[in-house]
């Protein structure tokens, strides 16, 4: 079986997406993160004082194409 992913602070979030080698772009209602290899963009909404949900988890591992193991590790 499969890894499961864990809720995880706002800012360990942007730590891993940087350690996947995105930088962020631009701030509006979302923070944008752009990967310049895969030219992926992936936008974060802003911080906020509970954790991520695992909706946006999921859906944040699909669209950089990584394992949920793989998205743990970073």
Do not use: C, Q, W
Request: hydrophobic fraction near 30%; glycine fraction near 6%.
């Amino acid at each position: 079986m499969g890894a499961k992913l864990k809720p995880i602070g706002y800012d360990e979030l942007e730590r891993k997406l940087r350690r996947a080698g995105y930088v962020p772009v631009r701030k509006s209602n979302h923070t944008i993160y752009f990967h310049p290899t895969k030219e992926i963009t992936i936008p974060i909404p802003h911080k906020h004082t509970r954790d991520t949900r695992l909706g946006l988890l999921h859906k944040i591992t699909t669209e950089m194409s990584i394992t949920h193991e793989e998205f743990n590790n970073l």
